[in-house]
């Protein structure tokens, strides 16, 4: 068990929704990053914030947003979703803000289907 | 930007023998480096990680070598047990842990 929780497990829905992935860290990690793995692109970063701050970006889509609260948590937000967004999305923590290289504890992810 | 990628898909061993599985990476200022583990329906477990100022780090059963002459990353599990069957990935980072780039994974089968 890594110590990061991930809600819900999978996640059905249609074409043109919206939906919200949440991602609790380790105890004492302040960096959450969020990650889609798919069959035919692999594991890609989207985004991470630090103790509340957007602190990196990768390849997230703008209708992919995302946010860190006070208590540290962090909510992944995707909307008018496509058939294409049907992945595995994985939240990753650790320490620290990236400053020094410090490894990503990952969650068990959510499973988005896009019917 | 980075690349990075895995000399093969799939590998399969015996109960009991070592296991080598290597990655290549494209950026010459990639400056840290992790090796995950992922089971089915699980997220990639942290194994080992190794930083450019070293060429070689020893964990529990494994072992990770680090060529920046080549670019090249490999990972060595001694006594390959049933568990480690799993898909193996390494992941890269420049300037700092932010963002890892990952390879394509390599299926580890363990054969009795």
């Known amino acids: 068990d890594s110590g990061v929780t991930q809600t819900p497990k999978h996640l059905i829905t249609a074409t043109g929704q919206r939906v919200t992935l949440r991602c609790s860290p380790r105890?004492?990690?302040?960096?959450v990053y969020w990650y889609q793995q798919s069959l035919d692109q692999g594991l890609q970063f989207l985004i991470q914030y630090y103790n509340g701050e957007e602190r990196a970006k990768g390849n997230i889509l703008e209708r992919f947003s995302a946010q860190q609260f006070p208590d540290l948590h962090s909510e992944l937000n995707l909307s008018s979703l496509e058939l294409g967004d049907s992945a595995l999305y994985f939240c990753?923590?650790?320490?620290?803000?990236?400053?020094?290289?410090?490894?990503?504890?990952f969650g068990d992810g959510t499973r988005l289907s896009i019917l | 930007g980075e690349s990075v990628g895995l000399h093969l898909p799939t590998l399969s061993v015996q109960e009991g023998d070592n296991s080598i599985i290597n990655c290549a990476y494209s950026n010459s200022a990639s400056d840290y480096f992790i090796w995950y583990k992922q089971e089915s329906g699980k997220g990639p477990q942290f194994i080992i990680d190794i930083r450019s100022n070293m060429d070689k780090r020893q964990g529990q059963r494994v072992t990770v070598l680090l060529n920046k002459t080549v670019k090249h990353l490999s990972l060595q599990i001694a006594a390959t047990q049933p568990g480690d069957s799993a898909v193996y990935f390494c992941a890269v980072s420049t300037g700092g842990g932010n963002k890892l780039t990952f390879g394509t994974g390599t299926q580890l089968k363990v054969e009795l």
């Open positions: 990753a923590s650790s320490v620290g803000g990236g400053s020094s290289n410090q490894p990503q504890h």
């Open positions: 105890s004492g990690d302040l960096s």
